[in-house]
């Protein structure tokens, strides 16, 4: 079981880049790195997905070093809706949903 | 948004008392999933289901049952509710055929007295 640490809070102004890493060390060569994010009293939502390198879309980046034992999901110019839970999941869905590990996210502050 | 409903949204019940929680889709995905959520320790996995009548355990399975007779739904039974129970339930589907992530619901708030 892949487990991920991440830090429990962060705070940002709006308008601000935010960059939240994760670590996961003991990740398994076919589990991909997904992030979630959830709005109080809603279920988390998908956010990004990569394997390895750099993903982006419409929303964030993620970056992936070569060793992969950690990635770091960046938000550019975040705006008081950003606030938030962010999880960072490591797995590999197909081998089972036991291969996944929500932990408890990191809670995202922004700022006016 | 996946077409994802779970039912009730909220329930008050006693100890001891049978619970049952619906998570309704109509994607036609064929994984379905089950999760709590309770403060300091994130999301966790209760049951998931593979199929129609296909199911697996998750890290925290006791205490609950579930079945799937149809693709769209899939059922979570708390057998003799127990404050422990207190929670926030989550389904989740995937279509893995398609891709490695997961759509969730809106939740339902259990509270058992």
């Known amino acids: 079981l892949a487990k991920t640490t991440q830090p429990i809070s962060m705070d940002s102004y709006e308008g601000q880049e935010v960059n939240i890493t994760c670590s996961h060390n003991?990740?398994?060569?076919?589990?991909?790195i997904t992030w979630y994010q959830q709005f109080p009293s809603q279920g988390p939502r998908f956010i990004i997905q990569?394997?390895?390198t750099k993903v982006t879309n419409e929303v964030a980046s993620l970056f992936i070093p070569a060793d992969r034992k950690s990635s770091t999901l960046s938000l550019p110019r975040v705006s008081l809706s950003d606030t938030a839970v962010y999880y960072c999941?490591?797995?590999?869905?197909?081998?089972?949903?036991?291969?996944?590990?929500f932990g408890t996210g990191t809670r995202l502050t922004v700022i006016p | 948004d996946a077409g994802i409903t779970q039912s009730p949204r909220h329930k008050v019940t006693e100890t001891g008392t049978p619970v049952t929680l619906r998570c309704h889709q109509t994607e036609n995905h064929r994984y379905m999933y089950w999760y709590r959520q309770d403060p300091g320790h994130g999301l966790r996995l209760i049951h998931y289901s593979y199929g129609v009548k296909d199911t697996d355990k998750g890290e925290v399975s006791d205490g609950y049952s579930v079945s799937r007779s149809k693709t769209e739904d899939f059922l979570l039974t708390l057998e003799s509710a127990t404050s422990s129970q207190t929670s926030v339930y989550f389904c989740a589907i995937s279509d893995l055929d398609r891709e490695e992530t997961q759509y969730f619901g809106p939740g339902t708030r259990l509270l058992v007295l």
């Open positions: 990569g394997y390895k």
């Open positions: 003991n990740i398994a060569t076919n589990d991909y």
């Open positions: 999941l490591v797995g590999d869905l197909q081998t089972g949903a036991n291969n996944l590990f």
